[in-house]
């Protein structure tokens, strides 16, 4: 059965009116000596896509997909059908899934994990026969009431003991699909008051189940790269993985850097008060950049709105520092998106995706031409030239103290500084956008 009435999705260039039509996004042109594929790795987000349909706190679903049956294992295996059939339409070549999007609970872990055996079968022949893969596998820790007051950060042993079977057979399905990485996002992991809450014991529960995690990782040679999701809000008040930094530290303190990278979301950036650029700056600079949740929140509504990403100048900050980072692979642009409520019919769904990987396309190209004319490199270089010679070299190869500075202060008569010229930046950045 096929779900979707219109067929692949072509290029049809910039002047197209054609809404089923890519006006950007052309996979096999090569951009600084690769594709626009190979940069963008586009991912297809299994929850998104095939398991929500519009409802929201105050409402119904209003998305009637014509995958939805009363039998679980039915409704599993439609879902896998409209997911590649809706990949191989338009050209996508991953997909990310949470085990609980897969297929719905049994009635005890055992039974679950029995379906999630059969519902991978099924997943990994249609991979087989479409060359579709993984891009990563997470676990849903946080929409069972079991979870209500956390996973691996539970005061409840029990729960952070199923938590950590739940979080097993994730890795195991995930590495039978070639899953490329393994997601963690933090889920319940936080907390709402600290009137109830052992944070300390929380953190150190919460290392240890990452480093467990690992471990059998490296135990069953699962190779994908382990990833963590920083989010600084939603649903606790405070989450423990707030942003890239806070992540990179406790990393850090943990032992835990050598195996764990970041998956950053562009709307989980903003609500960190963060820019996505930031985001993607701060891992690139600390080399560990993994993998990207392309999507856009709305700066007027202070939750994670998950819109499918049309903001181009986000999107060419975004390629620019992956440009920068020399590629996201094994990572990828998954569209962990969802159409407005009242996006109600099966086409927008298409359209939506098309309009993210079209913008996302259009912005590695301005980026590459940013790349290309060295614009913001040459600034920054001329910046910071007091660090090339005299006493900057001597600080930047640290080789003076405060006692050398400090003479060296004595006899300064004047600074001088120079204009950072940012309108002048973006004046440049936009005349990019425009026309290139
Ligand atoms: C929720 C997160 C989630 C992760 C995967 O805010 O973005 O969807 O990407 O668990
Ligand atoms: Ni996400
Ligand atoms: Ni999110």
Partial sequence: MKYFDFDEIKYEGTNSKNPLSFKEYNPKELILGKTMEEHLRFS?????????????????????????????????????????????????????FHDRDLIKEGNNLKETNERLDIIT????????????????????????????????????????AYSAAQVKKAIEITKKLNGKNYVFWGGREGYDTLLNTDVSLEQNNFAYFLKMAKDYAIKIGFKGQFLIEPKPKEPTKHQYDFDVQSVYGFLLKYNLIDYFKVNIEANHATLACHSFQHELNMARINGILGSIDANQGDYLLGWDTDQFPTNIYDATLAMYEVLKNGGIAPGGLNFDAKVRRSSSDLNDLAIAYIAGMDTFAKGLKIASKLIIDKVFDNVIEKRYASYNEGIGKLIKEKKIDFEGLEEYAYNLDEIKNESGHQEMLEAILNQYIFNK
């Fill in 44 to 96: 297809m987000s299994w929850w998104h896509t095939l398991s929500s349909f519009g409802a929201d706190m105050f409402g119904e679903g209003t998305q009637n997909r014509p995958w939805i049956s009363e039998d679980p294992i039915t409704e599993a295996k439609n879902k896998v059908d409209a997911g590649f059939e809706f990949m191989q339409k338009l050209g996508i070549k991953y997909f990310c």
């Fill in 121 to 160: 079968d099924y997943i990994k022949e249609k991979m087989d026969q479409t060359g579709i893969e993984c891009l990563w596998g997470t676990a849903n820790l946080f929409n069972n009431k079991r979870f209500m007051n956390g996973a691996s950060t539970s005061p409840n042993a029990d729960v952070y």
